[in-house]
């Protein structure tokens, strides 16, 4: 039976009810309900074919398309030169120990640092060229602005297209550790327990720096001879700025006129369990990160006496503008910029059908997934959106004294594509701000005026970072260094490195690191730390009980040089 026979089935029924006296008023009554009738089934099988059409032909398209889903994982890439034939030139007690000195020396950044908290560095670099008198001897070490670093070991062959220098970055510095107390091992101890080495900078990121400096030693050792150029900048204030160090090493490279094949700097770890239904470990490789900037929202109001309250009070308007800030939210993207090549690679991995469909088919579902709250996945909600939080808040003088100002701290995180200046626009639309002058100050006083109760400005004291541009993860640089990890991480774990002991995907970082100040010189900029973290593991970054297994500070030590040793041999095979 068909949907149309349905709907028009009770009027047929009724015919055989009728009288024969009321026959002919019925028969032109009955002629003008079949009328309506047909008309009506017509409209309802329009209707129906409307909503059952595109319904069928959805559900067609995406069993086809899920059930054709590729996999974008590259294969293994072993390096030309057995890796073992080169880290077995590392001493591995030897070099856990040269890390421990490092974590010793307690380098943390401050904005105005004192001339004792500078000489830490100093004896940082000390530290360095004692611990590694080969590399001392055969890089040039170059000292920007005091106490960056910036060392380079010469190609063997010239640079053209083919053959362009690499970068790698790291920085020497830390953040403070808070309340030591709250660290089970002193935090500038360098403590060695239990397969783990303890302590401020373990992981952000003296582990990497220190790697770096492991991986071209143990290759000095083995008398080998990079083609392409090699570079590594150890900037001293990633933490508080990157204006001192990073920037300044940038200008240095900027008036050299290099070009890198690819940097590769601090980012996103390998994790376990951190995306749902996925049970072996994800390399995120961080092709974007997140521009970043402080806006200062702020209120005047007439002040006065608290005991006879009038119009306008600035902490009042102030609080409704943050509340109505806090209900705002920018646009949610799942199928532009680096979120979307992340779910296209791990649509095929994942186990479950239905993750399959819907990562497979992200622009189906994006709408659906952009309605759930943010709470459900803070992280993931985060990549896909630029985000607001308020951070400070500020107003009132005096118990009995009406406030006359009140501020607030407006912390973006501003997602790829999107622009400093835009996300200001949007905000101050959105709670009804004028945008005034990035100068001006609270003593200004063409600055809050009574017809602009609400300001927004851009904070000049902080970090403010254009969000990066986004390296291609189909670039070559990109799947050597896929294939790099998969080789390292079957090599440290002893896997027979097939695709599944594995995922490689590209991903967005969060937060701003060294690499910005370099991105003219790169289109292909990786943030990615050779490290295995499970969850709850990231708290520890920039939190309390920093450490690394000592595992995986072997492995960074492999991974970089594998990616040494593979990124030679890219050179050859592109001739
Ligand atoms: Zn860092």
């Known amino acids: 039976m068909s949907i149309r026979h349905y709907v028009t089935l009770p009027l047929w ?33 329009r209707i129906l074919s409307f909503i059952i059409v595109p319904f069928f032909s959805i559900v067609g398209y995406l069993i086809y398309s899920t059930s054709t889903l590729s996999t974008r994982q590259s294969p293994s890439l072993a390096p030309p030169i057995a890796l073992d034939s080169v880290v077995s030139n590392v ?78 970055l790291a920085h020497q510095d830390v953040v403070p550790v808070g309340d030591p107390e709250r660290w089970d091992f002193p935090p500038f101890g360098g403590e060695i327990n239990n397969g783990y080495i303890h302590g401020r900078g373990t992981l952000d990121m003296k582990g990497m720096l220190m790697a770096q400096l492991e991986s071209v030693d143990a290759l000095l050792k083995a008398r080998y001879q990079p083609r392409r150029t090699i570079y590594l900048a150890f900037g001293h204030d990633e933490e508080v700025s990157g204006k001192e160090g990073a920037a300044r090493i940038a200008e240095i490279l900027e008036k050299r006129g290099l070009r890198f094949e690819f940097i590769i700097d601090e980012g996103l770890p390998i994790s376990h369990g951190m995306f749902p239904g996925i049970n072996v470990p994800i390399a995120w490789i961080g092709i974007a990160e997140k521009g970043v900037a402080d806006f200062t929202i702020r209120t005047r109001s007439v002040g006065g006496h608290a005991s006879m309250p009038f119009g306008q009070n600035a902490i009042h308007t102030l609080s409704d503008a943050i509340a109505r800030l806090a209900k705002t939210r920018a646009i949610t993207t799942f199928s532009e910029g680096p979120v979307a090549h992340l779910l296209s690679t791990i649509a095929p991995e994942h186990p479950s059908m239905l993750m399959r469909t819907i990562l497979g088919n992200i622009r189906i579902f994006e709408y659906i997934l952009g309605l759930l709250p943010p709470a459900v996945a803070p992280g993931f909600a985060a990549m896909t959106r630029t985000t607001w939080a308020t951070t400070t808040f500020n107003g009132g003088v005096a118990a009995n004294v009406l406030p006359r100002d009140a501020s607030a701290n407006i912390n973006v995180r501003i997602r790829p594509g999107e622009s400093i200046r835009g996300v200001q626009e949007f905000i101050a639309k959105a709670i009804g701000a004028q945008i005034v002058n990035e100068t001006a100050n609270a003593d200004d006083p063409r600055d809050g005026s009574d017809d602009a109760p609400v300001t927004i400005s851009l904070s000049l004291g902080g970090r403010n970072t254009e969000p990066s541009s986004i390296s291609s993860p189909r670039s070559r640089a990109y799947k050597l260094l896929e294939g790099t990890i998969r080789h390292v991480f079957a090599f440290n774990h002893g896997t027979n490195s097939s695709s599944t002991d594995i995922l490689v995907a590209p991903s967005l970082l969060m937060g701003a690191t060294d690499s910005t100040a370099y991105k003219s010189m790169s289109a292909n900029i990786f943030r990615f730390q050779p490290v295995v973290m499970y969850p709850g593991d990231p708290d520890r970054i920039h939190g309390v009980n920093e450490r690394i297994s000592l595992k995986d500070y072997d492995g960074m030590i492999n991974f970089f040089v594998a990616l040494i040793l593979n990124a030679d041999q890219m050179g050859r095979q592109s001739q």
């Open 13 to 45: 029924m009724s015919h055989g009810l009728k009288s024969e006296t009321f026959t002919r008023v019925h028969r032109q009554r009955n002629t003008a309900d079949v009328m309506a009738s047909s008309r009506i089934s017509c409209c309802s099988t």
């Open 91 to 168: 001493n591995h007690t030897a070099a856990h120990a040269r890390f421990a000195s490092a974590i010793r020396i307690p380098t943390v950044s401050k904005l105005n640092a004192t001339e004792e908290e500078r000489r830490t560095f100093l004896r940082f670099r000390s530290m360095l060229q004692e611990e590694f008198p080969l590399v001392l001897e055969k890089l040039e070490w170059d000292i920007v602005n005091e106490l960056s670093l910036l060392l380079k070991w010469q190609g063997s062959e010239p640079v053209d297209d083919s053959n362009l220098p690499i970068l790698f």
